[in-house]
């Protein structure tokens, strides 16, 4: 199953439904907070518009830690992840994390990119 077919599975079944079928503990699920609901479902939206397959196009709007919890939802494994420190997306500079998973069924490799603005300015 590819990364859009299961983002829209989950959307559609709804976040919590999707981990008491995938026999997550009540008590992890109890734990994330609506915030957390919240950056977890618009990850999956985006991802389910074909949102960050492409560096073109990157996960915006989301914590490094969120991105890390949609893997873990997505059913993912974390082969290695590498960041462009000096990257414009929508002219904005930032950091484009690109991060190479693989899929826990077939092995499929699959590219996420995760686009960070930096509030930084220079001095």
Avoid: C, W
């Amino acid at each position: 199953m590819n990364i859009i077919s299961k983002a829209t599975e989950i959307i559609n079944l709804g976040i919590t439904e999707y981990l008491k079928s995938k026999n997550v503990l009540l008590e992890q699920i109890e734990s994330l907070t609506k915030k957390e609901f919240q950056l977890l479902e618009s990850g999956l939206l985006q991802i389910k518009e074909g949102i960050g397959i492409d560096e073109n196009n990157p996960l915006t709007n989301l914590d490094v830690g969120t991105v890390y919890k949609l893997i873990y939802l997505l059913q993912l494994k974390l082969i290695s992840r590498k960041s462009n420190y000096k990257f414009l997306h929508q002219n904005e500079n930032g950091i484009l994390d690109i991060i190479k998973l693989s899929n826990s069924i077939d092995s499929e490799e699959i590219y996420l990119h995760h686009f960070v603005k930096n509030y930084y300015k220079k001095r």
